[in-house]
């Protein structure tokens, strides 16, 4: 077994046993839940519609964000990256494109509930189909971006991780930072909050409302809003001014997201639950039609 490297400068042993065993934690548990979404689509045939095309879109992509999490969390407990440079590049290549798969994916679930509550209109699978599509050529655009000299991949200051780095001051890297958070995370942000707020004001008059229009948007602000400021804060000002410990905190943070949203679409849902028990008995798919509309 490969003896642990040395303490990263600015950490001591606690706290890097501290953040690995968080990642790791967070990594499982996003796997899991996550894992739960994508076994539902496959087993049980009456979720397999458009809407929850979308919704199976994010949980492959919260399910790469927890496995980017895993890699940095067994580095973590190691006290180094064992796979070189061309893992970093690699491993903030593939936690950069799924991150914003993810967030993406969440946009496009609210604009679908939008349309599929307040027009009465479902998506088709063509149209889902192409989104879904979209989602993931934008993303994988965006994250191949630092790989051909716009924006850059370097380590986390924990040194047992990468991510794409803020920390440069110059010219290429803040024009990327800029632009890459308003199209990848304002934009996204503002689909979000627009759908749920114009689907709550049309189906407040109803009754109460079956859908929880605040969540998804809390958890995209919260959840990723931390990591948007320190990319903003780093392209404008001096990141030696703000802690390593500091500047991990974002990323533990948003590794908690996939657990959040399969919290969300999966667990709070009726049917998918049931939908893998009834996938494993002889009677399965039995109440599925009748609840199906009430899900997603």
Request: hydrophobic share 45%.
């Amino acid at each position: 077994m490969a003896e642990p490297g040395p303490l990263p400068a600015g950490f001591g042993e606690l706290e890097v046993l501290t953040v690995g065993t968080v990642l790791l934690v967070e990594a499982l548990s996003g796997l899991s839940l996550n894992g739960l979404t994508i076994l539902s689509f496959c087993k049980i045939p009456e979720l397999r519609t458009p809407g929850h095309l979308l919704v199976m879109s994010l949980a492959l992509a919260d399910s790469g964000i927890s496995l980017n999490a895993l890699v940095a969390a067994m580095s973590s407990l190691r006290r180094r990256w064992p796979y070189g440079s061309d893992g970093c590049q690699a491993h903030g290549f593939q936690g950069f494109m799924t991150a914003l798969a993810s967030i993406c994916s969440c946009a496009a679930i609210a604009w679908e509930r939008y349309h599929r509550y307040c027009t009465r209109s479902r998506l088709a699978w063509s149209s889902a189909g192409a989104l879904v599509l979209f989602v993931w050529l934008s993303s994988a655009f965006w994250a191949a971006l630092p790989l051909l000299g716009w924006g850059h991949y370097d380590y986390e200051p924990l040194g047992t991780c990468c991510t794409l780095d803020y920390s440069r001051g110059d010219r290429k890297s803040t024009s990327f930072l800029f632009t890459m958070a308003f199209f990848n995370f304002l934009l996204p942000l503002f689909i979000t909050l627009t759908s749920y707020r114009l689907m709550e004001q049309k189906l407040k008059k109803s009754g109460p409302l079956q859908v929880n229009t605040t969540l998804p948007a809390r958890t995209l602000l919260l959840g990723w809003g931390p990591y948007a400021l320190l990319y903003l804060y780093a392209a404008s000002a001096d990141m030696t001014s703000i802690s390593p410990r500091l500047q991990m905190v974002p990323a533990l943070i948003a590794k908690a997201v996939p657990i959040i949203n399969a919290c969300h679409y999966t667990l709070r849902s009726q049917v998918v639950p049931r939908g893998v028990g009834q996938g494993l008995s002889p009677q399965r798919g039995q109440d599925l039609p009748r609840e199906r509309n009430r899900t997603q």
